[in-house]
């Protein structure tokens, strides 16, 4: 798959394996091995909130979680274990602790996975946002246009696991948060509602709308922003060594505060590296990596401060593990974060840059960065001569392909890619191990092969993405145009709980992953040049985060200006009643109001745009069943046919060649002999519209036809302009002219 991939510019595509049950993974899950690996703690059990004031005589029966059954399993082997169930038995039935056994102490572990000294939080927490009413307010729709660093200050008093001082921390505040099974089920279906607006950062077409209560409240009131003291100092050290004038202002720090917040985040209107944005791509890159980096190392504080801790306590008392409910500090397997990229050559750009953000004295030595160079691209380490020598051959031929297109396939094109990245307190390690690594970097293409092997294979499994707490997902709009629905199936294969037990304390892992409620405590990060229904789809269906979430809605100006043609750009609005309808109702409108212009036309030269397989399929049914004269350039057609069927065009040997908007991205061809356009669909890309009807060659006769429907405003206000796209979809009539 990934040879095709890379021979082809990613035009193969293949079928999405179907969705895999996560019952099927609960299920699975209950029947624990016996010979299940005990680690450090073999007194640790499970903690239940109770009441004593409150205690019931009446036995209220409960159904027994997952964490029930590994502790009974456990119990039948280790009679401490079996005591802390059965006490923690009596504590559901209102029994006080001490009325069994003062020894024991007051109640089982709890565990938190990620900042040092989690502060205990209720059911009765406003942390859930609850949904607005307000009139005005904009919802979620897939067509839609548009703390404090306290870890070196933890008490060492071992009878209390928390500390209300880092507890304020947003970290700390996201992973101690409970959520109740009604929130959890609302959370499943809520439609969100976004009532809060900032203006976006650095411009004025923009602006972030969030859910709830405002996303960047007191932001500039926490101490080094919520980063760790070293990783605040190294970048501010980067920052202000690149020529950076106030970091406080910059980009990088707006958004690592909106990261920072825990709510998932869509922005679709980011310029990229490759499109002159190489500033703005960059200051956001290091904005979600500093805030992967902080995670992961709070995360490792937690863990390793709670250690000692447990250390200290167990050479003073009877048991080995002590009362409170600061210790649940682990999820199911190591990674923490999943970054999800289209292209080795960015994967190259990411871990590069991630390595440089890390301060230097945890990367005295960074493993295997030899072999990562050789095989995610050479880094370009040419002498002075060997540049200008290179610049000059550059400027003396004028190159073939655009300066974007140059940028982003000059590198390394593979997309079948993964590789793990592991942090210590010295040095970083690529290629670890995926269930020892804490962050994974990989393509869609590469996860889907793994989640296939293991459906095949069922001694396999993928469990290392059951503990993913942060998702980025980067250049969302490269990937859309590989296959989206790799990455809509590995989205759903995150947060399963998993299939066996991969060395974890399970007495340590937090209650909310033993619920299956991991998936409304994982931050989704969606990053992209242009939005469309898939992301929308994607992000307002399985981000779920408890938190709440925050999307950039954009005005645009359009990009007709570009078109350097005089020629009539004529829309034809095509209505349609749903979205299921709108295929069939654009072919039925082309077949029977458009393509009867051209059927019996002697003129030729009539190119076909389309922007997807699907329409590219169905058109070329179409044309075979009308016996037309045309070609085609399609997204899986041979390069012989395609130079022969160049040819036959320009020379007038067929009518209408059928072209789609992958073939575009991938090639970027100049077809010569164009006199008619016909715009099936428009291009997702805006920049692809003024491109291809400047391949028009300019007569009198000279048009472009163009179809859209009122599902299409995201792509329409990209080209027309946003207030034209709104009048354009709700206007009385049908057809639009633009000279």
């Known amino acids: 798959m990934g040879k095709q991939f890379a021979t082809k510019r990613g035009l193969k595509r293949r079928k999405a394996p179907d969705r895999v049950d996560s019952r099927k993974h609960a299920k699975k899950s209950q029947h624990v091995k016996e010979d299940v690996t005990r680690t450090d703690s073999p007194e640790e059990s499970y903690r239940e909130e109770s009441n004593d004031d409150e205690a019931s005589e ?143 950062f650095d411009t004025s077409n923009g602006k972030w709308m969030g859910t709830g209560e405002c996303f960047l409240k007191d932001a500039d009131m926490i101490p080094n922003y919520g980063l760790k003291q070293k990783l605040y100092k190294h970048w501010l050290d980067v920052f202000n060594t690149s020529g950076g004038n106030d970091f406080n202002s910059s980009r990088q720090r707006w958004f690592f505060s909106l990261c920072n917040s825990y709510r998932d985040i869509l922005h679709g209107n980011k310029k990229p590296f490759y499109h002159k944005g190489l500033e703005e791509d960059s200051q956001i890159m290091d904005a979600y990596l500093m805030h992967s980096l902080n995670h992961i190392l709070k995360t490792r504080d937690l863990v390793t401060k709670n250690d000692s801790k447990i250390s200290k306590y167990q050479e003073s008392a009877k048991e080995e593990i002590p009362p409170g409910d600061g210790f649940l500090d682990q999820g199911f397997t190591r990674p923490k974060v999943l970054i999800l990229l289209p292209l080795r050559s960015i ?30 691209g050479s880094e370009g380490v040419e002498d002075d001569e060997n540049k200008d020598e290179k610049s000059q051959n550059i400027r003396s031929r004028k190159p073939s392909k655009p300066s974007d297109h140059q940028a982003l396939f000059g590198g390394n094109t593979s997309d079948d890619f993964m590789i793990g990245v592991k ?37 396999l499994d993928t469990d290392y993405l059951s503990s993913i707490e942060v998702l980025i997902i980067d250049h969302a709009d490269v990937i859309s145009m590989q296959n989206w629905d790799f990455l809509k199936s590995v989205v759903e294969q995150l947060n399963h709980i998993p299939s066996k037990q991969h060395g974890t304390n399970i007495m340590r892992i937090r209650q909310w992953y033993l619920d299956g409620y991991a998936r409304f405590y994982r931050q989704s990060i969606i990053l992209g040049y242009y939005l469309n229904p898939d992301m929308n789809a994607l992000f307002n269906h399985h981000c779920v985060n408890y938190e709440g979430k925050v999307k950039l809605a954009s005005q645009f100006k359009g990009v007709l200006p570009k078109v350097l043609l005089q020629v009539r750009q004529v829309y034809e609005r095509v209505d349609a009643d749903s979205v299921a309808d709108v ?117 009198d006769e000279t048009t472009c036809t163009v179809l859209f429907s009122r599902f299409d405003q995201l792509r329409l206000e990209r080209i027309v302009g946003s207030a034209s796209a709104k009048q354009m979809v709700k206007s009385e009539k049908g057809v639009f002219v633009f000279c």
């Open 58 to 200: 009446e036995v209220i029966y409960k159904e027994p979680t997952v964490y029930d059954k590994l502790l009974m399993k456990l119990g039948s082997r280790n009679r401490s274990v079996a005591d802390a169930y059965n006490k923690r038995q009596r504590q559901e039935e209102g029994n006080s602790d001490t009325e069994e056994d003062e020894t024991e102490g007051s109640e089982s572990l709890s565990v938190s996975n990620e900042e040092d000294g989690e502060e205990e939080t209720d059911n009765e927490s406003p942390r859930l946002q609850e949904p607005s009413t307000f009139e005005d307010a904009e919802t979620d729709s897939d067509f839609e246009a548009s703390d404090t660093n306290q870890d070196d200050d933890i008490s060492v008093n071992v009878l209390s696991a928390t500390d209300d001082s880092a507890g304020t921390s947003s970290f700390s505040k996201h992973v101690g948060y409970m959520l109740s099974k009604g929130e959890a089920e609302e959370l499943s279906n809520k439609k969100w509602t976004y009532t809060c607006e900032v203006p976006a």
């Open 347 to 376: 994967a190259l750009r990411v871990i590069k840059r991630l390595i440089q953000l890390i301060p230097e004295t945890s990367k005295v030595c960074v493993e295997h960065i030899d072999r990562f160079y050789e095989e995610f």
């Open 423 to 459: 942090f210590t307190r010295r040095s970083v390690k690529l290629y670890g191990d995926f269930y020892s690594s804490d962050i994974i970097v990989a393509s869609p293409v590469a996860l889907i092969t793994k989640i296939g092997k293991t459906e095949m294979n069922k001694e």
């Open 583 to 699: 295929d069939d109702a654009r072919l039925e409108y082309f077949t029977k109001k458009v393509f009867p212009k051209i059927k019996d036309s002697i003129q030729g030269g009539i190119m076909l745009f389309v922007s997807s397989y699907f329409e590219f399929v169905r058109l070329r049914n179409f044309l075979k069943s009308q016996n037309a004269s045309f070609c085609l350039l399609g997204d899986y057609t041979d390069q012989r046919d395609i130079s022969r069927a160049r040819v036959w065009f320009f020379e007038g040997k067929r009518k209408i060649m059928l072209y789609t908007e992958r073939i575009h991205f991938y090639r970027r061809y100049k077809i010569r002999g164009i006199r008619n356009m016909i715009i099936y669909s428009l291009p997702e890309r805006k920049e692809f519209y003024p491109e291809i009807v400047n391949m028009l060659e300019e007569s």
